[in-house]
């Protein structure tokens, strides 16, 4: 198929773009190079454009021949989503709306769309399955749900087809590929876990060991990249077999406690990586852990590294091979 990648020189995006084109998929990506990387850019065209300019951006789809758009462009940092509200609408339910009307006016029917377990809030299950109430506690998570809701009334009143896959905690990076995490400033754990034991980045702060878990620490389902690449190149094939909107939890359905992951580190690094206890960090929900059955039914889609281990040495390595790139 002929595909448009929005944000596909950022973390998920470029995994993903590489997993399209071992498939065989002819890929175009669209990206500001905002929070994306040159580096992460593989072979393929990049359109250079912000999706908040709607006049571009319904130019630069028209008269193309995509079929499909896998959609990743987005801000997804959960603290700066509650300093930056306006900013998060703007660019993430603002983005989205131009680039839906832009393939409208382009004829382009399918769209795969980034969204989150952020979504669902406070669990009210052990395991978060698509129908479990949505109920965001942070602005990232409202940003992607009114997303959706938006993408469900445009597959109601048209033939557009439109699958919403909310991932868990993305992590890992694809060595073979040179692909890989690398946020400025970075926010997330398994990185700043890393980079503490290297003395690359800050000393590690554990965000809250009062939560109600076995350890105190938050829970989080854990998912490697190049699994969440896959369900994407597995949605995007077998959008004709369904129709109007779908959406699917992906995860491993096993949750690690914060101080399970930095053991893992730990093991990764091969040293101890000194913490220290802060306070909790607002919008983080106790436990988040994902029921991905349908996505194993419906997708055929099995993930590959659900190892915690396995996850945090792929990390590992992709930190070192980053620092040796940039020495
Ligand atoms: N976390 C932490 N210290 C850090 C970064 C994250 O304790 O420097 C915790 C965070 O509070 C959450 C978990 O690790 O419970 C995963 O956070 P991350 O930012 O990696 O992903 P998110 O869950 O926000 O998508």
Redesign the pocket.
Known sequence: MKLLVTGGAGYVGSHTVNALLTQGHEVVVLDNLSTGHKWALQDCELIDIDLRDEANLTKSLQGRGFEGVLHFAAKSL?GESKNHPAMYYQNNVGGTTNLVRAMQSAGIPRLVFSSTAAIFGNPVSDFIDEEHPKAPINVYGQTKLVVEHMLKAVCESSAFIATCLRYF?AAGANNEANLGEWHEPE????P?ALRAAAGTGNP?????DDYPTSDGT?V?DYIHVDDLASAHVAAIEQMDSSSGFNSFNLGNGNGYS?KEVIAACEKAVGADIPYTIGPR?DG?PATLVASSAKARNDLGWTPKHDSIDEIAQSAWNWECYRRDQLA
């Open positions: 959960v905690n926010t997330h754990l398994i700043n590690l702060t554990l965000f809250g938050c989080r914060v960090r983080d």
